[in-house]
């Protein structure tokens, strides 16, 4: 079963910054795209930033400029350096990694998608 473990999260005030990581645990083949995604209460889940194994970035545009999405494709870990942070960022960020499980998956061109736990950030003076 592939687990992602996000860490990171916490209160900070506005202005502030947090860095969330987010590791995958060894037992996928491949693995394509990382990154977060975030949930305000009340709110549907939206796109934070994302990264590809290519090193290919996709963020939201309310984050440009603020967020920093890497990633370690050999720890297959990504992490997302959130700077000037703003009240209306505070979320249930959760991570997300999309790729494939096994070689045959791989072959076959079939990507599962896998979710973390979600981390609390909390902006707030």
């Known amino acids: 079963q592939v687990q992602l473990v996000e860490s990171g999260g916490g209160l900070v005030q506005p202005g502030g910054s947090l860095r969330l990581s987010c590791a995958a645990s060894?037992?996928?083949?491949?693995?394509?795209?990382m990154g977060w995604y975030r949930q305000a209460p009340g709110k549907q889940r939206v796109l934070v930033a994302t990264?590809?194994?290519?090193?290919?970035?996709k963020s939201a545009d309310s984050v440009k400029g603020r967020f920093f999405i890497s990633r370690d494709s050999g720890a297959n870990t990504v992490y997302l350096q959130m700077n000037s942070l703003q009240l209306e960022d505070s979320a249930v960020y959760y991570c997300?990694?999309?790729?494939?499980?096994?070689?045959?998956?791989?072959?076959?061109?079939?990507?599962?998608?896998?979710w973390g736990q979600g981390t609390q950030v909390t902006v707030s003076s």
């Open positions: 990264i590809t194994s290519d090193g290919s970035v």
């Open positions: 997300y990694a999309d790729g494939w499980r096994t070689e045959l998956a791989y072959s076959s061109d079939t990507v599962d998608v896998y």
């Open positions: 060894a037992s996928i083949f491949a693995i394509n795209a």
